[in-house]
């Protein structure tokens, strides 16, 4: 079946403006996972659902990060006011339940802020 | 909170030597430990996972092995190929409900030479 997917692949946004990242998970996977990832460095953990709710909020940088998901499939990061430090691979992951081990990673949205 | 910690940062074999990447957690309570792999531009790719109830585990000329005493885990490729280069992540996850993310390491850029 179809893996993670996200959307968009590239964002080019000028500073200042809101942007929104697309996830959408394996089907039937109830946990999704957002990571960051800076330009050569590892995975940073920012949030987590298990069905709807987020259990860890712990991840998110600043009050300018948000996410939801709603009706258990799709979710999206929203980052509002962007800054050039917002500049990274956001990457999505899904398992078939937060209590699952194995995680599937979506290809990633870049996001560049000018 | 989980912190892990991935060594070396870069490594260099010769086309069918082995090499090894280490990491070290803290939290006790960490149950699961994944590996994954990522080429240039790809996502990353779940490659061998090992859980705490078992000390080693070999998937063809991958293995890992786990010594949860120490809080330690490591990845052992055998005969290395060309296609092995890329940038290596380990990963520990607690069990813990509400806390079921995974902590990344740094990452080790593996590049074998041919």
């Known amino acids: 079946g179809a893996g993670v997917s996200q959307s968009p692949s590239n964002k080019v946004t000028e500073k200042g403006k809101d942007v929104e990242l697309r996830c959408d998970p394996i089907?039937?996977?109830?946990?999704l996972y957002w990571y960051r990832q800076s330009l050569g460095q590892g995975l940073e953990f920012l949030i987590y659902?298990?069905?709807?709710?987020?259990?860890?909020k712990s991840g998110l940088p600043s009050d300018r990060f948000s996410a939801e998901r709603t009706g258990g499939s799709v979710s999206t990061l929203t980052i509002q006011r962007t800054q050039q430090e917002d500049s990274a691979v956001y990457l999505c992951?899904?398992?078939?339940?937060?209590?699952?081990?194995?995680?599937?990673f979506g290809p990633g949205t870049r996001l560049t802020v000018t | 909170g989980e912190n892990v910690e991935q060594h070396p940062s870069t490594l260099s074999v010769q086309e069918g030597d082995s090499a090894v990447i280490k990491c070290t957690y803290s939290?006790?309570?960490?149950?699961?430990f994944p590996w994954y792999k990522q080429e240039l531009g790809k996502r990353p790719q779940l490659i061998i996972d090992?859980?705490?109830?078992?000390g080693e585990k070999k998937d063809q000329r991958i293995a890992v092995t786990l010594n949860k005493t120490a809080k330690h885990f490591s990845l052992h490729i055998t005969e290395t190929q060309p296609e092995d280069s890329a940038v290596y992540f380990c990963?520990?996850?607690?069990?813990?409900?509400?806390?079921?993310?995974?902590?990344f390491g740094t990452g080790t850029r593996l590049t074998i030479i041919p």
């Open positions: 992951a899904s398992s078939l339940t937060a209590s699952s081990y194995e995680q599937y």
């Open positions: 089907s039937g996977h109830t946990a």
């Open positions: 659902f298990q069905g709807n709710s987020a259990p860890d």
């Open positions: 939290d006790s309570a960490s149950n699961y």
């Open positions: 090992i859980r705490s109830n078992v």
């Open positions: 990963a520990a996850r607690s069990p813990l409900r509400g806390n079921e993310k995974l902590t």
